[in-house]
């Protein structure tokens, strides 16, 4: 079945590091790509996407996305990550034939001050 | 904050039960979309309306029904209630919602509990 794949369903950081979200989809054709964030306690908001043009994206809070067609993937980075950042990742593809949302499973990240 | 509003925040009913769970877009949005999120299906697309009518479908269940109104606040109906239907039920809206270019904002959510 076509999916949206996250490889890491918790990560813990430490202040400052670097991050890293791993997001692959299944789909061919073209595809519409976004990273979605939700704080404890809080609704989904929307980090970055990308939809044409440079495959490097950048979003808010420092965040950005590489999109590589060839591999299928649309990884998340943050280049120092802090203590608010501690969140739920959700990376979400719209299909070629479509406009919902397909959500991967979630990356629980939590950052240890 | 979104701009996308939902109600109640939290229900709690028992099974068997039937509940509406009430959506208003962002202004100027035309398409509301319905959203299940549970510990083991993990966010799932249930359907979406555009400007009053049914637009796209996904896994709803049939004891599951929605509607979008004249003013475009949406309601999402859940009868005949199991255990399993305990989730978090989030809204998005979107301008136009007919382009996959479109980008959806979410609710705050309502958590339904079935007991």
């Known amino acids: 079945a076509q999916s949206v794949s996250q490889h890491n369903h918790h990560v813990i950081l430490s202040e400052a590091a670097s991050l890293e979200l791993g997001c692959n989809y299944s789909?061919?054709?073209?595809?519409?790509l976004f990273w979605y964030v939700q704080y404890p306690g809080q609704h989904l908001q929307l980090l970055l996407k990308?939809?044409?043009?440079?495959?490097l994206v950048k979003g808010i809070k420092g965040f950005e996305a590489e999109f590589i067609k060839s591999k299928f993937s649309f990884n998340l980075r943050k280049p120092s990550v802090q203590w608010s950042d501690t969140a739920e990742y959700f990376c979400?593809?719209?299909?070629?034939?479509?406009?919902?949302?397909?959500f991967g499973a979630g990356t629980i990240l939590r950052v240890k001050s | 904050d979104s701009g996308v509003t939902q109600t109640p925040k939290h229900l709690i009913t028992a099974t068997g039960q039937r509940v509406t769970l009430r959506c208003s877009p962002r202004s100027g949005d035309l398409s509301v979309y319905w959203y299940q999120q549970s510990l083991d299906q993990g966010l799932q697309f249930l359907i979406q309306y555009y400007n009053g009518e049914e637009r796209a479908k996904g896994n709803i269940l049939e004891r599951f029904s929605a509607q979008q109104f004249p003013d475009l606040h949406s309601e999402l109906n859940l009868s005949s209630l199991e255990l399993g239907d305990s989730a978090l039920y989030f809204c998005?809206?979107?301008?136009?919602?007919?382009?996959?270019?479109?980008?959806?904002?979410f609710g705050p959510g309502t958590r339904l509990t079935v007991l």
């Open positions: 789909y061919g054709g073209t595809v519409n």
């Open positions: 979400a593809v719209i299909p070629p034939y479509g406009n919902k949302l397909v």
């Open positions: 998005a809206s979107s301008v136009d919602g007919g382009a996959n270019t479109d980008t959806q904002y």
């Open positions: 990308y939809f044409s043009g440079d495959p």
